[in-house]
């Protein structure tokens, strides 16, 4: 691993090239790294940053933000972000100082949201506190929701873009992250909601060989589409609601 540091700001050499990186309380993050890039409704294709800047603004999928989310977890501020068609885009999160030749585990972050909303980056899912408890590397994925990753396939349009932009992450993952300290053979997927279903359709997929050994899958809808409505009536009919 080679780190340039100026202040708070370091510069990891990675085969993909060299990648800026910030100091935050504790933890070293490398912020919105481009990890492949894709015309509408195409597969997506590897790239290399060459020198990658920090952007002032978290690129996101174009979506349209859901009320009823933000009253269960917390208001998007949406000056935050700035929607992308061609959203793949990681974030690496990794403990401030760790040995010379250390190689830590590798946590895979898929978020949520229905295959509709969200990002890797949501500030509700900051994994600092668990980076620096935990001595993990966890790396933050986003990728392509709603029409543009899930609307259907045909000889022309490709379906299931959203999770081909998942395993492209992971072969960016296995081909960069020992040069931020990781294992590349020490890799867990941990998806919640629909990202747990994500990874639960990427453990049957062919083209992942070796891209990741485990998988935590959170509050995956699997098995409950047919009962969702009456769960959904019943929770919303509480007291909070």
Not at 30 to 58: C, F, L, M, N, Q
Not at 65 to 93: A, C, M, Y
Not at 115 to 132: H, R
Request: one cysteine or more; glycine letters at 10%; charged letters at 25%.
């Amino acid at each position: 691993m080679t780190t340039q540091q100026h202040s708070e700001v370091l510069t990891f050499q990675t085969p993909s090239g060299r990648i800026p990186a910030i100091t935050e309380d504790g933890v070293i993050k490398a912020k919105s790294i481009r990890y492949a890039r894709s015309e509408r409704y195409k597969r997506p294709v590897p790239v290399d940053v060459g020198w990658h800047e920090i952007p002032e603004k978290t690129p996101v999928c174009p979506q349209h933000i859901s009320p009823l989310l933000e009253r269960l977890i917390q208001k998007t501020e949406v000056d935050q972000f700035e929607p992308d068609e061609s959203p793949q885009f990681l974030t690496v999160t990794r403990p401030e100082y760790i040995g010379e030749d250390e190689k830590l585990p590798v946590i895979v972050w898929i978020h949520g949201g229905s295959y509709e909303i969200g990002c890797g980056d949501l500030p509700t899912s900051d994994p600092a506190v668990w980076v620096k408890e935990q001595q993990v590397i966890v790396v933050s994925v986003s990728y392509r929701l709603g029409l543009f990753g899930f609307l259907g396939g045909s000889e022309e349009r490709p379906a299931n873009l959203g999770l081909f932009d998942i395993i492209e992450s992971l072969r960016w993952i296995g081909k960069n992250i020992l040069s931020f300290g990781g294992d590349p053979e020490n890799v867990t997927l941990f998806g919640q909601s629909s990202g747990g279903d994500a990874i639960a359709h990427l453990m049957i997929s062919e083209g992942v060989d070796r891209l990741f050994r485990r998988a935590i899958i959170h509050s995956a809808p699997l098995g409950f589409r047919l009962k969702r409505q009456k769960m959904s009536l019943e929770f919303f009919a509480g007291p909070n609601f």
